[in-house]
Structures are given as C-alpha cells and as structure tokens.
Nanobody, 115 residues
C-alpha cells in the first residue's frame, strides 16, 4: 500500500504564505502524477495543482501565479508552496498521487486564512 502523510497546514493572515508537505511511502520515481486538491464543507473537491512525472504542471486560474507544486526525489516528498493567500483559500488540502493506474489520497491538512 502507498501511504501519504501531509503536514504544514495552519492559520495565516491574508497575504501570508504556507508550504504544505506530503511524504510518500514509495519512491517518487514510481509516481506518474501528483496533485493537491482542496475542499470546503458541503462543496466539491477542487484541483489546485498537478505535477506529472515528466515535470508538466497545471494550475487553475484561481491559484495560478500564487501556488507552486514541486517534488523532492531524495525525501519522497511533494510540496505545495502557497503565497499571497486569500480568505477564499481556506479549506482542507489533500495530496493525491497516481501509481500504476491507482490513485492514493492523504488524510488532509487544514488551511485557514484570516482577513
């Protein structure tokens, strides 16, 4: 089984920054795609960043220019750098990876942005 452990969430004021981490229990080299999603209570889960094994990235317009996804192969970790945070960024953030045609999800980490 693939285990994902997320950390880095917390409370931050608008305009501040946070970096989320997702430690994966298998080599990043075996991961075909990795992504971050966020979800508010009663709303659909939303993709906020995606990175493929060929280093292609995707960001929706809502976060483009503010969020950056990256990976650290040596530590088997996926990061989400979040800058210029807004109150509407408040959500539970989830890490997701694709390995051998199977998706795996982390438990999520809460991000709260105050105005």
């Amino acid at each position: 089984q693939v285990q994902l452990v997320e950390s880095g969430g917390g409370l931050v004021q608008a305009g501040g920054s946070l970096r989320l981490s997702c430690v994966v229990s298998v080599s990043i080299g075996s991961i075909k795609a990795m992504a971050w999603y966020r979800q508010c209570p009663g709303k659909q889960r939303e993709l906020v960043a995606q990175l493929t094994s060929s280093a292609v990235t995707y960001y929706p317009d809502s976060v483009k220019g503010r969020f950056t996804i990256s990976r650290d192969n040596a530590n088997n970790t996926v990061y989400l750098q979040m800058n210029s945070l807004k109150p509407e960024d408040t959500a539970v953030y989830y890490c997701r990876v694709l390995r051998y045609c199977v998706y795996y999800w982390g438990q999520g980490t809460q991000v709260t942005v105050s105005s």
